[in-house]
C-alpha cells in the first residue's frame, strides 16, 4: 500500500465521492476540495504527491488551479479530468506542465495505471533536482559558511547520512548553529519536499508540552472544542527537530521513546493510535550521559536518540570561519538596515579574532548587527562593535595542555595575520617576521585556505 497523498479538484460531488473510494481502495490518501482556490489553501499547508484536477469547473479551470499549485511545489505531477476532451485541451494542458489528460467518463484501471505513472515520474523528478543541488554543492549549504576543517569533515558527514532514516543527535554549545545543521540534513535527504518541525522541548511549559507533541481530539478536556494536530503528526513524512532534548520532562520521555521504537502515539482524548513516518534529529548542549547518570534522562532514551551522534564545534575552534561570517553579517545587516557603510576596519576584524565567542556565531551576529547599526562613520570600528573585555569572555575551563594551548594560538594567530594582509601570503610572511614557505607550512596543518581573507574590504 502506497498511501501517497493525492489532492483531488472536481466541482462533481458524486465525482469526489467516487475518487475517494477508488483511491482509498488503492491504497492511496485521497484530500479532496471542490474549488480551485480550495486546492490552492490546501497545497500552501500540505504537500501532495499528485493532483487530479477537473478542467471545466467555476472560478478557476483545472489548467489556472495547476499553474498555481505548481508554484507552490514545483515537482507535482498532476493529471486533468475534463467530459469536454479535445485535442487542442490536451496540448494547452501539457504545454503548461499536466502529465497526463483523461476524458470522463473514465475507466477505473486506466486512472490507476496513469496515476501510478505520473507518480513515478514526480519522484524522479524530485529525486534529480536533489541529486542536482548536492553535486553542485558540493558538501556545501548555501546558509552555512564555512572554511573550517573540522565543518567541512560534519557538512560531509551529513551529506552521508542524509540518505538514511538514522536518529541523528546533534551536540555543541548555545550558538552555534545546531538547527541550521538539522534543517541542512533534512533539505539533502529524500524528505526534503516534506515538513520540517522544530520544537525546543525547554521553551514550552511541562503542562502543555504533551498536548503540542501528541495534539488532541475534540472534547478531550474542557474547552477542546476542536481537534488539534500535534507536532508528531505535522512533521509526518518529515523530519522532526527536538532541540535541548535534555529538558524533556521524564514522563514524556517515556512516551516518547514509544514513538521512537513503535512509530505510533495516541492523541488526548484518542481511542485508536495514530502512525507516523519520522525521521528525528534531537539537538542539547547539555552532556546527555552525565544526565543519565544523574537520573534527569533516561538510559533507554539516550541509547535511542544516540544512533549518530555529531558534535558541533565552538567558534573559538574555528577561527578561520571568523572572517566569512563577519562579512556575510555585516553585509545582510547593512541591506536590511539600508546603511551606506563601507567595510569592517582591519582593526574591529582583529577585534573580532582576538574575541572568545562564548555566544558563538550567534553572538557574532549579534555583534555584527549592533555595529551596523550604531556605525557612524564608512567603516565599523573596534568601538562600534561593544564587545567588552576580552579576557571576561573566555572560558574559565581548567589549564590545557601546552600542546593544545599551542595549536589554538597558532591558528588564531594565523588567522589573524591573514585578515590584515587580506590572505596576502608575503605580507602575512612579513608581519610575523617568517618565511613565506613557513607560512604556507602553517596553512596547511591548520587546513586555512588564505584566499578566504582576500576581500574583508
Not at 41 to 59: N, P, R, S, Y
Not at 200 to 229: D, M, W, Y
Not at 235 to 250: K, M, N, Y
Not at 416 to 432: D, F, K, V
Amino acid at each position: 500500500m502506497s498511501e501517497e497523498k493525492i489532492l483531488v479538484v472536481d466541482d462533481d460531488p458524486g465525482l469526489l465521492k467516487l475518487m475517494k473510494a477508488r483511491l482509498e481502495g488503492a491504497g492511496y490518501r485521497p484530500t479532496l476540495a471542490a474549488t480551485g482556490d480550495e486546492a490552492i489553501a490546501l497545497a500552501q499547508g500540505e504537500i501532495f504527491a499528485l493532483a487530479i484536477l477537473d478542467l471545466k469547473m467555476e472560478g478557476l479551470n483545472g489548467i489556472q488551479v495547476m499553474e498555481e499549485l505548481l508554484r507552490v511545489q514545483p515537482f507535482l505531477p498532476t493529471i486533468i479530468l475534463t467530459a469536454y476532451g479535445s485535442i487542442s485541451d490536451a496540448v494547452e494542458a501539457t504545454k503548461k506542465g499536466a502529465y497526463d489528460f483523461l476524458t470522463k467518463p473514465f475507466d477505473a484501471k486506466d486512472l490507476l495505471y496513469r496515476l501510478q505513472k505520473a507518480l513515478e515520474l514526480g519522484k524522479l523528478k524530485e529525486e534529480v533536482g536533489r541529486l542536482r543541488t548536492l553535486v553542485k554543492e558540493r558538501f556545501h549549504f548555501d546558509s552555512i559558511i564555512t572554511t573550517s576543517d573540522k565543518m567541512q569533515q560534519i557538512l560531509k558527514q551529513i551529506t552521508q547520512i542524509s540518505v538514511t532514516d538514522s536518529t541523528v543527535c546533534l551536540y555543541g554549545e548555545s550558538g552555534t548553529g545546531k538547527e541550521l545543521m538539522a534543517k541542512a540534513l533534512h533539505v539533502s535527504s529524500g524528505r526534503a519536499r516534506m515538513p520540517f518541525v522544530a520544537v525546543n522541548c525547554g521553551a514550552i511549559p511541562e503542562g502543555l508540552l504533551e498536548n503540542e507533541l501528541f495534539g488532541h481530539v475534540r472534547g478531550a478536556f474542557t474547552g477542546a472544542t476542536q481537534s488539534k494536530l500535534g507536532i508528531l503528526q505535522q512533521a509526518d513524512g518529515g523530519t522532526l527537530f527536538l532541540d535541548e532534548i535534555s529538558e524533556l520532562p521524564l514522563a514524556l520521555q517515556v512516551k516518547l521513546l514509544r514513538v521512537l521504537q513503535e512509530s505510533e502515539f495516541c492523541p488526548l482524548g484518542a481511542v485508536r493510535p495514530s502512525r507516523v513516518n519520522i525521521r528525528y534529529v534531537a539537538a542539547t548542549n547539555q552532556d546527555l550521559g552525565k544526565a543519565v547518570k544523574e537520573g534527569r534522562f533516561r538510559e533507554d532514551l539516550y541509547y535511542r536518540i544516540h544512533v549518530i551522534p555529531i558534535e558541533i564545534p565552538p567558534l573559538r575552534e574555528r577561527p578561520e570561519d571568523i572572517p566569512l561570517l563577519a562579512r556575510h553579517f555585516f553585509e545582510q545587516f547593512k541591506r536590511d538596515m539600508n546603511r551606506d557603510i563601507q567595510a569592517i576596519s582591519p582593526e574591529a576584524m582583529q577585534r573580532l579574532m582576538l574575541h572568545s565567542w562564548p555566544g558563538n556565531v550567534r553572538e557574532l551576529s549579534n555583534a555584527l548587527e549592533r555595529a551596523v547599526a550604531l556605525a557612524s562613520g564608512a567603516t565599523i570600528t573596534p568601538a562600534d562593535l561593544l564587545l567588552g573585555r576580552e579576557e571576561s569572555s573566555r572560558p574559565q575551563a581548567g589549564v590545557q595542555p601546552l600542546s593544545e594551548a599551542r595549536h589554538e594560538f597558532e591558528r588564531a594567530y594565523l588567522a589573524q595575520i591573514l585578515t590584515a594582509s587580506r590572505g596576502n601570503i608575503s605580507r602575512a610572511a612579513e608581519m610575523a617576521g617568517r618565511y613565506r614557505a613557513e607560512i604556507y607550512k602553517l596553512l596547511r596543518k591548520h587546513a586555512m585556505d588564505p584566499a578566504s581573507f582576500k576581500n574583508l574590504e
